[in-house]
């Protein structure tokens, strides 16, 4: 089996602090106990890890984090489905996800509710902004998506 990529966040206890890193591994599991084993950074013991995630969803993360700067100046597709469902006036209908600091379309939102009360999460990796981030670039006025 193939040693994948994945990002380590720790969190310092004392004073709130995260610092990532990168582990190599098979799977989450021996991400999780190297990522355990390199909790002493620096000579202090005060680090915790606090995640554990496949470097392509750190990505998809940033990504998505930048797209929400740019949300807040247009009228765009929601970043999970693609559709032109979002309302035009950000906070009056659309959801914020609970997976990023992002607005969704309502739709979308009812089903991250869905999802973490069968606690069975869409990873942001199968979010149409991330297959297709050309789709919400902003045209020359600065406002419409071409979703």
Request: hydrophobic share 35%; charged share 25%.
């Amino acid at each position: 089996m193939e040693n994948k990529s994945w990002t380590v966040t720790y969190r310092n206890r004392d004073n709130g602090q995260r610092i990532t890193c990168t582990v190599f591994a098979q799977d989450r599991q021996k991400a999780q106990e190297r990522a355990g084993a390199d909790e002493q950074i620096g000579g202090c013991e005060v680090w915790e890890v606090e995640s554990v995630e496949p470097h392509e969803e750190t990505l998809a993360r940033i990504l998505v984090s930048e797209f929400a700067e740019k949300q807040q100046g247009g009228h765009f597709a929601c970043p999970r489905c693609g559709k032109m469902t979002m309302d035009a006036e950000i906070v009056t209908r659309n959801a914020l996800s609970r997976r990023a600091t992002v607005y969704i379309c309502d739709s979308c939102g009812m089903a991250e509710a869905m999802e973490d009360m069968a606690n069975s999460r869409t990873p942001l990796t199968a979010w149409s902004i991330v297959a297709a981030p050309g789709n919400w670039r902003m045209e020359e006025g600065g406002n419409e998506c071409e979703a």
